[in-house]
């Protein structure tokens, strides 16, 4: 049956000392993402981009799942039955949010949870960071009901894994484990349940102390870059610094700079500068 709640109730957020922690919020339906849930992240995600309470963004999930993909109901039967506009509208929902998180103005940290199968991909990718429970499982699991991996998910895996590792993934549909997830690039690290929350609350807290500025034009440099030569990455990065400084970023630098070098206040390679 269809999920009869409301569009809001798909989606919960708390802010708490600058990080916005962000649920996919249908347990019951172990968080896939239905065309309501779709619109629901979008709206949430452009309200808290840009309040000056949110420094760092965290993606997870309620219960047992950080998201089963797309909802084999909502998503494809019920939409694929009211014909092609449907489908496109649909569609365009959900890509259309995860284009917002890989561009998104803050850094986002996934804390994958529980599972994450296919259409998960999409935001997976679009966290800049992905911290995954050692118990977490991640599946293509496409192929194990006649389609192929799309919505991005195999752009995804053939971006973060090693080819040979992302082929395996789409053809078996096998699950992968969190570590198995780490040591085949899907996820930055794993780390055991009990310490999934702890560990990206740290990261949280590193990336509070960094400039703002700064981090957003790394982060979209890094995703810029990917399908660069060298040369037009090393143009691109000279733009980037030199745009930077339109947000303060050549004070922040002799800022910098005036704490090591004079001040000695602190070391640039152990540790952030004072913003
Ligand atoms: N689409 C629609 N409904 C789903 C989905 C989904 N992707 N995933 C789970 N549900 C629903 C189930 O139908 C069930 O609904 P019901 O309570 O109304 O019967 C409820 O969520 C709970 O699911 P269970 O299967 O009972 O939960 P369980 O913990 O045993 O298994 C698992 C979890 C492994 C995630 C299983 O639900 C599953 O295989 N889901 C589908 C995963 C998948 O292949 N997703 C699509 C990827 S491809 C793509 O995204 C394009």
Not at 32 to 39: H, W
């Amino acid at each position: 049956k269809p999920d009869p709640r409301p569009q809001e109730e798909t989606v919960k957020y708390e802010v708490t000392d600058g990080v916005a922690w962000v649920y996919f919020n249908r347990p019951d339906k172990r968080n896939c993402m239905s065309p309501k849930l779709n619109r629901q992240m979008k709206i949430v995600l452009e309200e808290l981009e840009f309040r000056d309470d949110v420094k760092v963004l965290v993606l997870t999930g309620e219960g047992s799942s950080w998201t089963a993909g797309m909802d084999l109901l909502e998503y494809f039967r019920m939409t694929e039955a009211e014909g092609l506009g449907a489908i496109r509208k649909s569609q365009r929902e959900s890509y259309g949010w995860f284009e917002r998180l890989r561009w998104y103005e803050k850094p986002t940290v996934a804390m994958i949870n529980g599972w994450c199968f296919g259409g998960g991909y999409g935001p997976l990718f679009g966290c800049d960071i992905a911290i995954a429970s050692e118990d977490a499982k991640f599946g293509l699991s496409e192929i194990n009901w006649g389609i192929l991996p799309g919505g991005g998910a195999s752009k995804v895996a053939q971006e973060l894994m090693p080819f040979r590792k992302a082929m395996y993934h789409a053809m078996m549909g096998e699950n992968l484990t969190g570590k198995q997830a780490e040591e085949q690039g899907l996820v930055t690290e794993c780390v055991p349940a009990e310490k999934l929350k702890e560990r990206v609350q740290e990261i949280c807290d590193a990336l509070k102390k960094k400039d703002g500025h700064a981090l957003r034009a790394t982060k979209w440099t890094m995703r810029r870059m990917v399908d660069m030569t060298y040369d037009n990455g090393l143009d691109y990065q000279i733009r980037a610094q030199e745009a930077l400084h339109s947000f303060g970023g050549k004070e922040a630098r002799l800022e910098a700079t005036s704490q090591f070098l004079d001040k000695k206040e602190f070391k640039p390679g152990l540790s952030t500068f004072d913003t």
